[in-house]
């Protein structure tokens, strides 16, 4: 199982990297797949639905950390596993109801990501503001 490749995207496409907090539900992540998936940031203001872009979608808890006081990051911000791990998995097949090809990694695993970005362009989608 190590050292597999349980993700990739078989065109160019978008890396989304989803954190998730205590007030996240099935609701909000619809929401942003939704955001996520019309959004006009591809070449001639295309989205990822206008170009049939894959995307692939990486649970990412350490978006959460804070790291105002002392010199280690807390993550209490961030859900936890067994909570998150469904709505991330809600958050993707919204996604893939609205049309999308969705890669994914292994939750909670351990895992290399690479990535090219082609911009470079990176924008945070927060589920505060939906």
Known sequence: MDGDV??????PGL???VGIT??????????LASKLWNLRILDDERSASDARAPILAVSQFTLYADTRKGRRPSWSKAAPGPASEPLFDAFVESLRGLGAHVET?????????ELVNDGPVTLILDSADY
């Not at 349980?6 to 065109?11: A, D, E, I, T, W």
């Not at 539900?25 to 929401?31: I, L, M, Q, R, S």
């Not at 990694?105 to 990501?113: C, E, I, Q, W």
């Open 22 to 31: 205590h007030d996240d539900t099935e609701a909000t992540g619809a929401k």
């Open 105 to 113: 990694g292994r939750f909670g695993a351990m895992m290399d990501v």
């Open 15 to 17: 890396v989304a990297l």
């Open 6 to 11: 349980v993700g990739r995207l078989p065109s």
